[in-house]
Every structure is written in C-alpha cells, then in structure tokens.
C-alpha cells in the first residue's frame, strides 16, 4: 500500500512563508498538492508530472511553487505570500481523483493576520 507523509506545517504570519514536503513510499509520476480549509472541501492546489511539468490553481498561482526531487520521492510545495484565507491542512496525493492513494494525516498550516 502505498503511504503518503506529509510535513513542514506550523504557524507563520500573513506574508510570511514555508515549505511543505511529501514523501511517498514508492516513485510515483504524477503528483498534487490538495488542501482542506475549515468547513470547506479539499481542493487541488497544484500538480506536478515526472519531468517537472506543473500546473497551478488560480488561488495560488504565482505565490505557491511545487517541485520534486525524484531521488527522495519527495514532492514539495514552496508557499510564500501567505494569506489567513491560506490556512487549512495540507495534503498531497494523486491528481486524478479516480486514482487515489490512501489519503495522508495531512500538515496544519495556519496563517495569522
């Protein structure tokens, strides 16, 4: 089964940054970045094939950056201009809905104003 961790969370202030790591326990191509703000449903944020090729949502488009490094099976998400609206638990996983991993624990990132 393959198992998805999610790190790098914490409390930052509005304008500040972090950066966000997942490591998975096997290489995987295709990868996103998914968060769940409070009373809201997860959304896709970012994603990320095995060559580097990214796409972003308009909500954090030119502030959040994901990339990888293959050798760690490892997928980031650099935050930076960081709003309070930004705060919610992190996740990443598959981008194709119909081909979900077994969802992580997730990293809390909060954003105070």
């Known amino acids: 089964q393959v198992q998805l961790e999610e790190s790098g969370g914490g409390l930052v202030q509005a304008g500040g940054s972090l950066r966000l790591s997942c490591t998975t326990s096997?290489?995987?191509?295709?990868m996103a970045w998914y968060r769940q703000r409070p009373g809201k449903q997860r959304e896709p944020l970012a994603t990320?094939?095995?060559?580097?090729?990214?796409n972003y949502g308009d909500s954090v488009k030119g502030r959040f950056t994901i990339s990888r490094d293959n050798s760690k099976n490892t997928v980031y998400l650099q935050m930076s201009s960081l709003k309070p609206e930004d705060t919610a638990v992190y996740y990443c996983?598959?981008?194709?809905?119909?081909?979900?991993?077994?969802w992580g624990q997730g990293t809390q990132v909060t954003v105070s104003s």
């Open positions: 096997v290489s995987i191509n295709d």
């Open positions: 990320i094939n095995n060559v580097g090729r990214t």
């Open positions: 996983n598959a981008p194709d809905v119909k081909y979900l991993y077994t």
